[in-house]
C-alpha cells in the first residue's frame, strides 16, 4: 500500500497540475458522489495527511454539488482489466502506484515529460508543502474537499488534456479532473468523497499525528498532536507488538510495511517486542526516526524519483545486511516465523536476526 511519502509526492504533482484554473471537467465515478458538479471550481490547496489525499477546493461561483456527502458505505464500481502499468507512460506521469514489497526492485516514478517538468518548477515553491494557495477561514467555511484513499491498487495519472489518455474511458478509472491544460485521473481508487472542507475532520479525527506533517517533532500542541501524542497512542496496547502498532493508522499516519521495517532497523529493534518493554524515550526516539525517513524519501524522490530511496532491508529477504552481512529474514506481523502468505491479515516484516535480535 502507498505510504505517507507517495501520497505528500502525489498531492504535489497533482497540485502543480491542476493548481490555480478552473476545472473544465470533473468526473466522480463513485456512487455517492456521482451527481457532483466540480466544474468551474478552482483547486486551491493540495495535501495529504498520512495515507489519505485531499484536494481542496473553493466555493465557485453558483455551483452546487449534487450528491456531495461522506460515504455512504455502497461499493465502488466494478474494477475493469486495466491494471497499473498497461496504460502508454511517454506522455504522462503516474504518482501513487503501489510499491512492490518484493526482493524485486520497485520501479522509479516515470520521467516528466518536458512541458510537465516545466509546470512543476513554476510551482516549486509551493509543491515543496503540498500548498498552492492560503485556505483561508472564508474558503474553507465555503470550499469543498475531495478526498480520496489509494488503498493497495491506487494510483494517479497526469496527460496533457485532450490527449488520447487522458479521455480516462476505462472502468478501472474512479475520477478525472482537468483544466484546459493537465487532466489528472484517478486509477482504482479505493475511497472517494466529496465534503465540505470545514468538515474534513470528520474523516481525519480518528487517526494518529501525520509522521510527515511540519510540526510532528515539535513538543507544542498542534492540531492533530505531534511526537508526544503518536508515544502516548503506541503505548496505550503495552502487549502489542511494536511492528503491529507502527502499522496502525490510529496511533501515527503515514506509515506502512517499508518504513515500518525501516525504521525498525535503523533502531536496531525486535519488530515483535512489546510496547511495554520500550520506555517513552526510545518511542519517541522510533518515532522520530520514521519521521525523519519518511521526509528523506521525499527528498529523494523529488529530485530522482522513488527507484533512488534506498531500502535498507525491506524488500531484501535473503540478501546480506548492509551492517553485519547476516541474511535478511522475512516473517509477518504474527511472528518471525510466519510467513505472509499463511493467512490474509499478515503484513510482511523485513528484518535483519542479528542486529535486531530479540533484546538487542
Not at 493548481?19 to 458522489?33: C, K, M, N, Q
Not at 519521521?291 to 525491506?314: C, D, I, K, N, P
Request: aromatic share 4%.
Amino acid at each position: 500500500m502507498p505510504e505517507g511519502d507517495v501520497l505528500r509526492l502525489t498531492a504535489e504533482r497533482l497540485g502543480a497540475a491542476l493548481g490555480g484554473s478552473p476545472l473544465v471537467r470533473a468526473e466522480l465515478r463513485w456512487p455517492s458522489v456521482a451527481g457532483a458538479d466540480l466544474v468551474g471550481r478552482t483547486l486551491v490547496e493540495s495535501t495529504a495527511y498520512g495515507k489519505h489525499l485531499l484536494l481542496r477546493l473553493d466555493a465557485g461561483p453558483n455551483l452546487t454539488p449534487h450528491g456531495a456527502g461522506p460515504r455512504t458505505g455502497a461499493a465502488p464500481p466494478t474494477r475493469g482489466t486495466v491494471r497499473p502499468g498497461e496504460s502508454p507512460r511517454d506522455t504522462t506521469e503516474q504518482v501513487g502506484e503501489s510499491r512492490n514489497t518484493s526482493a524485486v526492485p520497485r520501479p522509479g516514478v516515470p520521467p516528466r515529460s518536458d512541458e510537465a517538468s516545466r509546470s512543476a518548477r513554476q510551482e516549486a515553491s509551493s509543491a515543496r508543502s503540498g500548498r498552492l494557495g492560503s485556505t483561508t477561514p472564508a474558503s474553507r467555511a465555503g470550499g469543498w474537499t475531495l478526498h480520496t484513499h489509494l488503498r493497495m491498487d491506487g494510483f494517479w495519472r497526469v496527460h496533457r488534456t485532450g490527449s488520447r489518455e487522458a479521455a480516462g474511458r476505462s472502468p478501472a478509472v474512479r475520477a478525472v479532473l482537468a483544466t484546459s491544460t493537465w487532466t489528472c485521473v484517478g486509477w482504482h481508487l479505493g475511497m472517494l468523497d466529496l465534503l465540505r472542507t470545514r468538515d474534513e475532520h470528520t474523516l481525519l479525527a480518528g487517526l494518529g499525528p501525520d509522521v510527515l506533517a511540519d510540526a510532528f517533532a515539535s513538543s507544542g500542541p498542534t492540531a492533530h498532536g505531534g511526537v508526544d501524542e503518536g508515544v502516548r497512542r503506541l503505548l496505550v496496547a503495552p502487549q502489542r507488538p511494536v511492528c503491529v502498532a507502527l502499522l496502525d493508522q490510529r496511533v501515527v499516519a503515514g506509515l506502512g510495511t517499508i518504513w515500518m521495517a525501516e525504521s525498525l532497523f535503523a533502531e536496531r529493534l525486535w519488530p515483535w517486542t512489546p510496547v511495554g518493554v520500550l520506555d517513552a524515550r526510545r518511542v519517541r526516539g522510533l518515532l522520530l526516526t520514521a519521521s525523519r525517513l519518511v521526509g528523506a524519501s521525499v527528498t529523494v524522490a523529488r529530485r530522482a524519483g522513488l527507484g533512488a530511496v534506498e531500502r535498507r532491508v525491506h524488500g531484501r529477504h535473503r540478501g546480506p545486511c548492509v551492517r553485519c552481512g547476516t541474511p535478511i529474514a522475512l516473517g509477518s506481523t504474527r511472528g518471525q516465523d510466519v510467513r505472509p502468505d499463511q493467512g490474509a491479515l499478515e503484513r510482511v516484516v523485513y528484518w535483519c536476526p542479528r542486529c535486531q535480535a530479540p533484546g538487542a
